[in-house]
């Protein structure tokens, strides 16, 4: 999914691939995270919501031939809960370092000659990621050529998180907060107090019981946590 800013309004233009009504409403709710300011340029932005995971870059390119000397555009994927984002973080951040680079050298994205391009180069790479090689080999125009290979990870074995047991952290939390975790597991380490379980937990912090699930299940494959008895 491709959003870009139009230069004569405050419109945004969106090219997708899947344009059912559930993805335009998903796209509503979620578009503040999309369509960002300046301080969240060049980064991946990764929003966990509605079954959902939403990945996007936005990139701003500054250059005096705007109208208001600035060009706006996002990259984004949408994956199902289930899947791991992070094999698609070097996916997203190479498409839309080609896409800006293209947009320098030629205007590809904003010349109305190149401009509709863009929907089929979106489908096309869509089609390939999904394929069993799961890679990408575009030509996008006679100067530049599209690679892109996705890496599945793989998944560690760990064994469910029962309900009934109560997390214990094995390290001062201060510490925890040095580290560059998922921003879900973030919020809930302040939540792990040896008291709660998992559904108070989930209860108190105000996350999904299936993700405090999981978030709790890194956590002790990195021997973060322990688990007790609660009795």
Known sequence: KSTEEDDVGDNFIPCETNKEESTRGLFDSTKEYIITGNELADRIICLSTHNFHIMSRPTIISNSRYERNSHFFSVGFVLRREMDPRPFKPILAKISSTFRRMEIE?????????????????????????????????????????????????????????????????????????????LTINWLVPHIDGVKDTFLISRSSEVDIEMVRACLGVLKHLGVITFVDMF
């Open 106 to 182: 030629s205007q590809f994205l904003t010349s109305p000659g190149t401009k509709p391009k863009l929907q089929i180069i979106l489908e096309k790479i869509l089609i390939c990621l999904n394929s069993r090689e799961a890679e990408a080999n575009i030509l996008l125009n006679e100067a530049n050529y599209l690679n892109l290979k996705l890496f599945h990870l793989q998944k560690p074995v760990s064994e469910p998180v029962p309900d009934y047991l109560v997390p214990v952290l094995l390290k001062p939390e201060s510490k925890l907060q040095h580290f560059e975790w998922d």
